[in-house]
C-alpha cells in the first residue's frame, strides 16, 4: 500500500472538500486521516491518503488541476504510517488577555517536560486569547501536569488539564 501526506491551503470558499474528496474517491483513494481548519479567509485542509497504485507528485498534482487545487504532498515511508499508540492524551485549555508569548511558553514548558503536542488551536475573542492542545504526555505518570500550571500562571492565564475521553474525536 502507498501512503501519501496531501496539504492543501487555499482562499476560503465553499466546496473545497466536496471537490477534494471526489477527486481522491473517483481515483480510488482512501482518506485514513484527516485535519482541516479555517483561519480568517483562509482554509487548511491534511490529508493521509492510501492507494495500491504507485504515483508521482506529479500525477497526483494533475489529478486536482482541474478544480484550482495544488495540495503539497508527501510520500510516506512505511515508518511514517505507523499509528501511535501508548499513553492517554491530554487536553490543555489555556484562557488569558491577549499578549505575545502564551503560545511560546506554554508549548516550551510541554517541550521541555518532553510533552508532544498533536493538536493546537488558538482563537482570539474580544481580547481574551484562548488555546486547547491534545498531548501525548511525557510519561504515565502526571508529575508533568504542575509544571505546565507554573507556566501558565507566570504569564496571567488561566490552565485546565484534563484526560481526554476515549469518545472524544
Do not use: C
Request: zero cysteines.
Amino acid at each position: 500500500m502507498n501512503h501519501y501526506a496531501l496539504t492543501f491551503v487555499v482562499k476560503d470558499r465553499a466546496g473545497i472538500v466536496a471537490a477534494a474528496t471526489e477527486i481522491l474517491y473517483n481515483q480510488g483513494f482512501n482518506i485514513e486521516d484527516s485535519s482541516s481548519t479555517r483561519l480568517r479567509d483562509i482554509f487548511t485542509m491534511m490529508l493521509m491518503v492510501s492507494h495500491t497504485e504507485d504515483y508521482s507528485e506529479a500525477q497526483l498534482q494533475s489529478f486536482f488541476a482541474a478544480v484550482k487545487l495544488s495540495p503539497s504532498i508527501y510520500k510516506l515511508s512505511e515508518a511514517d504510517t505507523e499509528v501511535a499508540n501508548g499513553r492517554e492524551h491530554y487536553i490543555i485549555s489555556v484562557y488569558g488577555s491577549d499578549k505575545p508569548g502564551i503560545v511560546h511558553k506554554v508549548t516550551a514548558a510541554l517541550a521541555e517536560l518532553g510533552a508532544n503536542i498533536v493538536d493546537l488551536q488558538t482563537q482570539k475573542a474580544k481580547g481574551a486569547y484562548i488555546m486547547v492542545l491534545e498531548i501525548v504526555p511525557p510519561s504515565d505518570s502526571e508529575e508533568w501536569i504542575e509544571p505546565v500550571k507554573e507556566a501558565a500562571r507566570k504569564i496571567g492565564t488561566d490552565i485546565t488539564v484534563r484526560k481526554l475521553d476515549v469518545f472524544e474525536l
